[in-house]
Each structure stands twice: as C-alpha cells, then as structure tokens.
C-alpha cells in the first residue's frame, strides 16, 4: 500500500541529545513537509522540500535540520538548540500541479518526549 | 498576517444533532481551502477541499462546507452527526504553493 511511514511512533530523549524523526513516502510525490503539532495550536510547518538536495525554512525552522538526499525521504533532526522540542511531530507529502496545490497526505506522525 | 481562526475549540453533541464548524480566514486574494480531520488514533486526512467553482462542496461521510469570499469564511457543516464522527478537525486555508496555514482545529465529540 502507498503512503507515508514515521518512525519512531514514540521517542523519549534526554535534554542536550539530537533526534531524528525519519520520513519515508512510496507515494512518487514530489513535495514533503515536517509539521509540529501542539494542543491548541494547530499544525505548525517547520521545513518543506519540493525536490531533492533542495528545502525551505517554514515558520518555526530554529533548532530543527533536514535533508532531503532521496526523493522518498525526508528525515528531521531534532537538535539540542530546540528549546521546546516536546510535541508531536507530522510529515506530510503532496504531488506539485502548475500554479496549484494538492491534498496532503500524512503519516502517523512521531511523538517526541523530552526528559 | 495570515491567519485562520476556528471559532469553536470544543464541540460535544449528541448523535444526530447538526454541525457546523467555523472556519475564517484573514487574507483575500486567490485561496484554497481544505478540511481535514484526524479520528483518534489515526492520521490525518483530508475531508473535502475548495478551489473553484461552485461554493458548496461536498467531502467524504456526509460533510460539506460552503465557502463564502465576502465573508472570508469557509464553515464546515454536517446535518446529522454520528458516533464515528468524533474526531479533531482542522481548517487549512492554502494561499500559496506550499503554504497551508492550519487551524487550531476543533475536538468534536459526539455522545452516543
């Protein structure tokens, strides 16, 4: 079946430690978004990537990394310069149409504590 | 800014009671405008979009949502809810490529 894996589902890393949060889609789409998500705030865009070996800072980019080496994979690092990195954490993938924009699909997203 | 507001946080109704969710936006200009909902324990998806044409749309389970531009509004609604309903819902406005602005969403919970 196509669609969008998040792994870990659950992550507890102590204060000071990097984390990543890997993304893969089997979806052949061409855009890919981290989003953060935290009660009462809705869905937060932290990185996006619209082709290989190329990204883009969202709204709340600080303390976060990303790369995008594979068409299907957008892994997120969780840096210790983040300083509120305790959330749940969405991926999300879309396919690019000329001068319009799509449904996103989702994965299961990764929750992120940190101790 | 751009910015979208769900005016109801939390709703809790009763099967078969009618909805209808808020969703405003603060932008003018060409926008598409989206729905999705996350059921618990589930991802998100998407539940119905606008981006031209006839301002009432109708998306999966019976929902629909009409896009008023005057009004800058784009309220979800549904005539009949039901148990399965119960989800969180969020309103995505989407005034460039790339660049939803997300709700922040509204807990349905619907009492059997």
């Not at chain 2, 209808?20 to 119905?48: A, D, I, K, M, R």
């Amino acid at each position: 079946d196509g669609g969008i894996t998040q792994s870990p589902k659950y992550l507890f890393r102590k204060e000071g430690q990097n984390v990543t949060l890997s993304c893969e889609q089997n979806l052949n789409h061409d855009a890919m978004y981290w989003y953060r998500q935290d009660p009462g705030q809705g869905l937060r865009l932290i990185y996006y990537s619209q082709i290989v070996n190329d990204f883009q800072k969202g709204d709340i980019a600080e303390g976060y990394s990303v790369s995008r080496e594979k068409k299907e994979s957008f892994p997120l690092t969780v840096t210790s310069a983040q300083k509120n990195p305790t959330a749940f954490y969405l991926c999300a993938s879309s396919i690019l149409w000329t001068g319009n924009t799509g449904e996103l699909f989702f994965g299961e997203g990764s929750r992120l504590t940190v101790l | 800014a751009q910015s979208v507001s769900q005016h109801n946080h939390h709703v809790i109704l009763s099967e078969a009671a009618s909805l209808e969710l808020g969703c405003n936006y603060s932008y003018g200009g060409t926008v598409n405008l989206f729905w999705y909902v996350q059921y618990p324990g589930q991802h998100l998806q998407l539940l119905l979009k606008y981006f031209s044409g006839d301002p009432l749309v109708k998306g999966i389970k019976g929902f629909e949502a009409e896009f008023i531009k005057s009004k800058f509004s784009f309220n979800l609604r549904k005539p009949s809810v039901q148990w399965s309903d119960t989800a969180e819902y969020f309103c995505a406005p989407n005034p460039a490529v790339y660049k939803y602005i997300f709700g922040t969403g509204t807990r349905l919970k619907v009492l059997a």
